[in-house]
């Protein structure tokens, strides 16, 4: 793997993991607190 190919993946998972946070803050209808995980 290259590196440009590995940095493009990790970027795609950090933006998957973004995104099902937010949607699950939004579906659970729970306020999003600073730091929380």
Excluded: K
């Excluded at 590995?6 to 579906?27: E, K, M, T």
């Amino acid at each position: 793997m290259t590196t440009v190919t590995s940095v493009r993946a990790v970027g795609i998972s950090a933006a998957a993991h973004a995104l099902y946070w937010l949607f699950r803050r939004f579906a659970d209808g729970v306020p999003v607190q600073a730091g929380a995980v």
